[in-house]
């Protein structure tokens, strides 16, 4: 059995993940001032706990799927609040 699988077609999927990690360059990793590895990992470990609490979904279309939809072209999601 055949099981078909329908990637995106643009590569802008990848922007999900780069902005969550460029969040985490600002709000973590960039003071550098972690006496060790350990208390890095526990900051991380807090900083996904958080994230994941506030997080919420998107609804996203490529442009080409959006003018053929009958639907309107939804709106992007809000920046993260510093």
């Not at 600002?26 to 470990?45: A, C, G, S, W, Y």
């Amino acid at each position: 059995m055949s099981v078909e699988r329908h990637t995106p077609i643009r590569a802008s999927w990848l922007n999900q993940p780069e902005i969550y990690f460029s969040v985490v360059q600002r709000k973590v990793v960039t003071p550098n001032d972690f006496p060790d590895l350990d208390t890095l990992e526990q900051h991380l470990l807090a900083f996904g706990r958080r994230y994941e609490q506030i997080a919420a979904p998107s609804q996203w279309s490529s442009p080409a799927t959006a003018s053929t939809n009958s639907s309107p072209i939804p709106t992007p999601p809000q920046p993260l609040a510093a």
